[in-house]
């Protein structure tokens, strides 16, 4: 044996004792400080010795990520924060439908109005529309309704959210055409304003909780509808954020979640719901940390604490940006002239009648006919 090998066999050695030292005293570190759990960091995987690092370092999952300033690069938008001070970025440009899942209580809403509120702070309405799909009485997203961005698309049942997405994918068939005309005559390809559409409690919308055939009809249109934003709305700038409290064949279809390649996956009440999410088990072991989640691409997998916007903070964005709708300019929906609005005598905004004739929405009727 020669003096280098020998050499090399002790530096081995050495290391290996180095790192059964750490261990043992990440442990009794992990142990003896409370919020700094090995649990916490376990899904990390960036290192085997990440946990022992967190113990020792302090490297580990926030347990509550305050945000106090939109985030927003492009379409990339912030979700959260991962052990070691990583931020986390979604880009609707670069993977335009995402869903969402978890148990009661886990911070799904939060999540989404993470998203929502960042996006209308530095985006202009030209530059986004917003439809929210709100299965909770429309009570989740209430104070998003008078946003520009917005302004009252937020359906609350399942017929109201038939109509709207109807209307969505006849706007996606319009662009498609467009785009069609500009490739055949060798045109650039035209720019749209994005179409954000924000279901939540998607699975209230499943056929298996319809009270009559009828209101079964109903639902299916609406989830044959959100299949195809899902498979063609990538080049016609529509994106899909879909959360469901209980994911499952019913209330996440294969044809719905199979063109979804962001997931934010909060703590699951099973292994068997965390499957549908993630087709694997790890969001039934998140902590019960309210926020904490898997976000899971193509790239791989991170676990992040979502961050929180403070409830009188969102109240000043909110109000900031409402005020672009006090102004006494007419306005028409950046969604291709869908909803157009006009001056009543009082110098009020009412609802007119819709451009789309084919898309089943009646014009509002008169304020005397309504009275009478």
Same mark, same amino acid.
């Given at each position: ?38 649990? /916490? ?75 929502? %509120? ?37 359906? %609350?049942? !399942? ?22 005309? !500009?490739? +055949? ?75 979804? /390649?962001?997931?934010? !996956? ?14 694997? +088990? ?18 791989? +997998? ?36 869908? /909803? ?5 005598? +009082? ?26």
């Amino acid at each position: 044996m020669t003096a280098s090998s020998g050499s090399e066999r002790r530096t081995g050695v050495f290391e290996l004792m180095s790192y059964a030292t750490m261990l043992a005293v990440g442990s009794v570190a992990a142990c003896a400080l409370g919020d700094m759990s090995l649990e /916490d960091t376990t899904l990390i995987g960036a290192s085997p010795y990440a946990a022992v690092g967190a113990a020792l370092f302090g490297y580990r999952i926030p347990k509550r990520v305050v945000v106090t300033e939109p985030d927003v690069q492009g379409w990339r938008v912030y979700l959260g924060q991962t052990a070691f001070g990583q931020k986390v970025y979604h880009d609707f440009a670069a993977i335009p439908h995402m869903k969402a899942g978890g148990a009661t209580g886990s911070g799904k809403t939060k999540g989404l109005e993470l998203l929502l %509120a960042q996006l209308v702070m530095k985006k202009e309405p030209s530059q986004l529309e917003v439809h929210i799909i709100d299965m909770k009485g429309g009570a989740s997203f209430a104070h998003f309704a008078r946003l520009p961005h917005v302004a009252g698309r937020i359906y %609350a049942d !399942a017929e109201n959210a038939a109509q709207a997405l109807e209307n969505i994918v006849i706007i996606q068939n319009k662009r498609l055409e467009r785009i069609r005309r !500009a490739r +055949e005559q060798f045109l650039p390809i035209p720019s749209f304003p994005r179409i954000l559409v924000v279901i939540d409690e998607g699975g209230e919308l499943s056929p298996a909780y319809a009270y009559d055939k009828q209101d079964e009809k109903i639902r299916r249109q609406c989830l044959a509808y959100l299949s195809t934003l899902a498979r063609v709305g990538r080049e016609p700038c529509i994106s899909l954020v879909y959360s469901t409290q209980r994911p499952s064949n019913e209330t996440l279809p294969v044809g719905i979640r199979g063109q979804m /390649d962001a997931t934010m !996956a909060f703590r699951t009440q099973n292994e068997l719901d965390s499957g549908i999410l993630l087709r694997n +088990e790890k969001a039934a072991r998140l902590p019960n940390i309210k926020g904490r989640m898997i976000y899971q691409t193509p790239d791989g +997998e991170k676990v992040v604490q979502t961050g929180m916007i403070p409830e009188l903070l969102l109240r000043r964005w909110m109000e900031d940006r409402m005020d672009m709708n006090r102004s006494d300019k007419k306005e028409t929906s950046c969604a291709d002239n869908v /909803d157009t609005f006009s001056q009543d005598k +009082e110098g009020g905004r009412r609802r007119t009648r819709w451009k789309l004739l084919e898309s089943g929405f009646p014009p509002r009727p008169p304020a005397s006919s309504m009275t009478s």
